[in-house]
C-alpha cells in the first residue's frame, strides 16, 4: 500500500480544502474517526491483479466499443488509471454497420442501441489507428468478431504483428447484426 499526505494528494492548499469538504465527518473506517488534517495519510489500496500472463493495475477495463477504437478520448480520460482498454470489435473485413436511427431512447428511460459492428476492419485499423493506441498508459485489448472460426483466427493473426496489443476479446454473440454472430 501506499501512503500519501493529503497535501500531497491535491497539490496547493484549495485543492485540500476542496477534498476535505468531500469527505464526511466520520468515515466508517477503523481507525480513522474525521477528517484527515495536513500530516494525516490516505491508504491507497493495491487493486492490481494477474490475468494469466498480464499485470494488471486495477480489474477495471472499459467495454468494448465504449472508447471507440481505444484512442478517442485520451484528452479527456486519464487512460492510466484501468486496467486495460478494449476496443470496438474489429472484423476481417470493413462494416459499415446497420442504416440510421443507432440509438433510441425509449418511454421507460432507457436507450437501446444497434450500431451493427461498424468498424474499419482489420486492415484500416492496422492502417489508421496502429501508431495512436494508447499502449504506453495502459493495456490494450482488441475485440474481435467474426462470421466463422476461421475469420476470428484470420483477424487475430493479422492483429499479432501490430506492437502494444496485450491481449483479444472475441466477441461470439451480437444480437444488432443479421447473422448474430456464432451460433
Do not use: H
Not at 82 to 88: D, N, P, R
Not at 91 to 116: D, F, Q, W
Not at 125 to 137: M, N, Q, S
Amino acid at each position: 500500500m501506499r501512503r500519501r499526505c493529503v497535501s500531497e494528494l491535491c497539490g496547493s492548499e484549495s485543492g485540500r480544502r476542496w477534498l476535505l469538504s468531500c469527505l464526511p465527518r466520520r468515515t466508517g473506517i477503523q481507525g480513522f474517526s474525521g477528517r484527515p488534517e495536513c500530516g494525516r495519510t490516505i491508504v491507497r489500496v493495491d487493486t492490481s491483479i494477474r490475468m494469466g500472463r498480464l499485470d494488471l493495475q486495477t480489474p477495471l477495463l472499459t467495454g468494448s466499443g465504449t472508447f471507440g477504437y481505444g484512442d478517442e478520448f485520451r484528452s479527456l480520460v486519464d487512460y492510466s488509471r484501468f486496467g486495460g482498454v478494449v476496443t470496438k470489435s474489429i472484423s476481417l473485413e470493413p462494416r459499415p454497420g446497420n442504416p440510421p436511427p443507432r440509438i433510441c431512447e425509449t418511454s421507460a428511460g432507457g436507450i437501446i442501441n444497434s450500431i451493427g459492428l461498424a468498424n474499419l476492419g482489420v486492415d484500416g485499423f492496422i492502417a489508421g489507428k496502429a501508431g495512436v493506441l494508447p499502449v504506453d498508459e495502459t493495456k490494450l485489448f482488441v475485440s474481435v468478431v467474426g462470421d466463422s472460426v476461421e475469420e476470428f483466427v484470420a483477424v487475430v493473426e493479422r492483429l499479432e504483428g501490430v506492437a502494444g496489443i496485450s491481449g483479444y476479446e472475441l466477441n461470439v454473440s451480437c444480437p444488432n447484426v443479421r447473422r448474430g454472430g456464432l451460433d
